[in-house]
């Protein structure tokens, strides 16, 4: 009996230490299932942009996370400059341009997909002494079918966007900018007079100079006609130019000196206005004086930055089309789509990084985009900016589309036509101040281009 007992015992210990090695095994190969599972996850590492900048910050989140919901095995680690360079944000620019230089020197890219847009590019190309850095660093995309699909019809067609990174297309050019008059309503109200949103002439824009000068005559309170908080008046002279041209697009040198001519003898008429004499400063490009101004001359990406800074003032600004020579149009608008986001070719994870660029170049994203940032994008769009809206910025994209062909160009034809290498200096604004009278100013630009 005891030997039967000792026998079913060892029978019992037997299964049990079977058992319990089946359910280590068990324990182990799930262990190492999930260890498996871990090594297929890609942390894709995204330098981004637009921090602090309302909806594009939301804009370039969502992306990060619509991308990463579609790709399960894809983690995006978004991270922006300034945390990058553990800086402020006013000093994440500089930062970037300094730490992109190391990565080139050093050809070490802890970045997957990181921000390198024309500013930032043609800053590392100074430090590094090559303006071609991309071409031997960059993924180029312009060879993608997919890619070439992803923006407007013929946008590469010139080399005017592909210049700017020195013969490459290094990514989506998402980001697009007008050049164009904020006006105020609240200013408008103060003068009695209603400024035409689109087709102003030069007549038109006179008749308002001449307005805000009667008014200051007669008013301690002063208003400014016209200021540009950041970006210089040139690209508004260009842009008169250009509607001299009227439609042209054969450019010679004998119609560029007749644009001229027609573009100073319509600027000597403000002249007597005194259009840029200014009543207040601006402390930073933040900054909005809603009250004080009737024409604010910048891009379109302001808007956003002044949403953040006056959420107030802001509701009285409204987007208006530079005006042109009377009776006359440009054929381009003033200006211009930007490749925002690059990928290394040695980058960690490339296969990935060009998946998210791909899933970047889709009508999903120029819709968001549009709607967002209320500005233009170089990414096809078949769908009307009508259908998420009728605000004064979906009527201004509708306007400048049909009117323009829905055409950017922000280049200097006159420097362009004349063979020019160093700017010219038009003095559009001394001629304005009154410093100098607008012949003089015609004969010097003249004998900058050798042109009689």
């Given amino acids: 009996m005891k030997k039967i007992l ?27 299932s999930n260890k498996s599972d871990t090594k297929k996850i890609i942390k894709l590492k995204w330098l981004g942009q637009w921090y602090g900048e309302g909806k594009k910050e939301t804009f370039v989140r969502e992306l990060a996370r ?56 043609n800053g590392v190309s100074s430090r590094v002494k090559n303006p071609n850095w991309g071409d031997e660093y960059l993924v180029n995309f312009i060879d993608k079918k997919w890619f070439l699909e992803g923006h407007k019809e013929n946008l590469f067609k010139s080399r005017q966007y592909t210049d700017i990174f020195s013969g490459i297309a290094p990514g989506a050019y998402i980001e697009g900018v007008w050049n164009l008059l904020y006006v105020s309503s609240e200013v408008e109200n103060k003068l009695g007079i209603k400024v035409k949103l689109h087709d102003m002439n030069m007549s038109d824009f006179s008749s308002y100079a001449k307005a805000v000068f009667q008014y200051n005559q007669s008013h301690k309170e002063k208003i400014t006609f016209f200021t540009s908080p950041v970006i210089p008046s040139t690209t508004f ?34 002249v007597k206005y005194k259009p840029m ?30 949403q953040h800074s006056n959420p107030e003032g802001v509701k009285v600004m409204h987007p208006c089309e530079i005006p042109s020579i009377d009776n006359k149009q440009a054929n381009t608008y003033s200006g211009v789509y930007s490749s925002i986001f690059v990928i290394p070719k040695n980058a960690k994870n490339k296969e990935a990084a060009e998946l998210l660029m791909k899933f970047i170049c889709s009508q999903e994203t120029a819709e968001k985009w549009t709607k967002y940032a209320k500005s233009p994008t170089g990414l096809s769009n078949r769908i009307s900016y009508s259908d998420f809206g009728k605000d004064e910025f979906a009527k201004f994209d509708q306007h400048i589309k049909k009117k323009y062909n829905d055409k950017l160009g922000d280049a200097d034809q006159i420097a362009i036509i004349f063979n020019s290498k160093a700017p010219l200096n038009y003095q559009f604004e001394t001629v304005l101040y009154g410093a100098t009278s607008a012949k003089n100013a015609f004969d010097a630009l003249l004998k900058q281009v050798n042109a009689k």
């Avoid at 800086?87 to 730490?99: H, K, S």
């Avoid at 842009?239 to 000597?268: H, P, R, W």
């Avoid at 930073?284 to 930055?305: E, H, M, N, P, R």
């Fill in 277 to 306: 004499e200014k009543y207040f400063t601006y402390k930073d490009s933040k900054a909005l004086y809603q009250d004080k101004g009737l024409f604010v001359y910048c891009a379109s990406w302001i808007y956003l930055i002044w």
């Fill in 237 to 270: 002279f260009n842009q008169l130019i250009m509607s001299a041209f009227n439609k042209d697009t054969i450019y010679t040198k004998e119609k560029a000196i007749n644009a001229l001519k027609q573009e100073y003898d319509v600027v000597d008429e403000l």
């Fill in 66 to 121: 619509e991308f990463s919901f579609q790709n399960q095995n894809i983690q995006v680690e978004l991270e922006f400059p300034h945390q990058m360079a553990k800086t402020d944000v006013n000093g994440a620019f500089a930062a970037t341009i300094d730490t992109i230089t190391n990565m080139v020197l050093q050809n070490k890219w802890p970045y997957d997909f990181m921000l390198c847009d024309s500013y930032i590019y």
């Fill in 6 to 32: 000792r026998f079913s015992f060892a029978i019992v210990l037997f299964l049990f230490a079977v058992t319990g090695c089946k359910n280590d095994s068990v324990k182990e190969v799930k262990l190492n």
